[in-house]
Every structure is written in C-alpha cells, then in structure tokens.
C-alpha cells in the first residue's frame, strides 16, 4: 500500500471506529444496512425503468445517460481501487466491524458513492423535481458505508468529487 493511503488509514481510522460503534445498534445497523443495499443498484435500475413511464421521451434521456454514466463510473472505480488497493478499514482494524459483508476487497473509492452521485446529478439535471428524493437518498447511502464499517470518510469524499465531476462532464457533453 502506499504511504500516504497508510498515514490516512492512521488519520481515519479513529473516526471509523466510532461511527462502526454507532452502526452496530440495531435501530442504525438495519435502515443503513437496507439503504446500503438499495445503493447496490436495485434503487437505481428501478429507477431508470420507471423515468421513461412516468417522463416519456425525458425520462427515456435520463436513463440512458445514467446508464452510459453508470458504465463510466464501473470502469473508472475498479481501475482506481485496482491501483490504490487500500484496504478497507474492517480489514485494516479488527476493532472496525462490517456490519455488512463487502462486495470487494478494497475500499477507494467508494463505488457506492460515486454511482449515487453521479446518477443522482444526471437524473437532477433531466427532472429536477426528483432532488427531494435523490439528494437525501444518495447522502445516507454515502454515510451508510462509513457507518457500516466499509470505507473511510476519504473514500467517500473522494468518490462524490468523482461522481459530480463525471456526471458534470457528461452533461457538458449534451448540452
């Protein structure tokens, strides 16, 4: 592992550990456990199904661009965390506890993240009266996977920098 991922693991790891804590009480472990899960695609290929029901031709757009977005994003996080390979902090710690198993071995960035705001932003950019549900839902699935013991704050940042710049991107491209 690089250095600077090891000096970072020493900053984060304490913050890890308390909101690992925090998760680990049923009435936080389930809900973020169940977002978590929904952030794993399903709340998100439902929704590019239902946006051309319900926007027609706009929704249709949407959903295309997501799942173009969405393919971007897949590429672009497994080369990343192929390059950083930092561990996550349940594997750096054994006081850190995953309250949900990992879908990988590696931790930056956080796919999760990155896939929801990326998502998030273009489908905002096509019906922006879907904020109100997209805004909060891709917050909570970003500090579901600190909260359940998955990644680091900075994977996350890390991600929602990447996530809003490649959906910006894409937009600039359509505008």
């Given amino acids: 592992m690089q250095v600077w991922l090891q000096q970072l693991n020493e900053i984060e790891a304490p913050m890890c550990r308390l909101w690992s804590r925090s998760g680990q009480r049923n009435w936080i472990q389930r809900p973020f456990a169940v977002i978590s899960r929904l952030g794993d695609g399903i709340f998100w290929y439902s929704l590019m199904g239902v946006l051309p029901l319900v926007y027609g031709l706009t929704g249709v757009q949407a959903s295309l661009h997501m799942l173009a977005t969405g393919g971007i994003a897949l590429a672009l996080y497994k080369s990343l965390k192929g390059v950083t390979r930092r561990e996550r902090p349940c594997r750096y710690a054994s006081d850190i506890i995953a309250i949900v198993p ?10 999760h993240t990155l896939h929801a705001v990326s998502f998030s932003t ?3 950019y096509y019906i922006p009266e879907l904020a109100w549900l997209l805004v909060p839902f891709t917050c909570l699935v970003a500090a579901s996977r600190v909260i359940l013991g998955l990644h680091y704050p900075s994977d996350v940042l890390v991600a929602t920098l990447i996530g809003l710049g490649l959906a910006y991107c894409g937009i600039m491209l359509v505008v």
């Fill in 102 to 111: 990992p879908l990988d071995r590696y931790s930056f960035p956080s796919g």
């Fill in 122 to 124: 273009v489908a905002i």
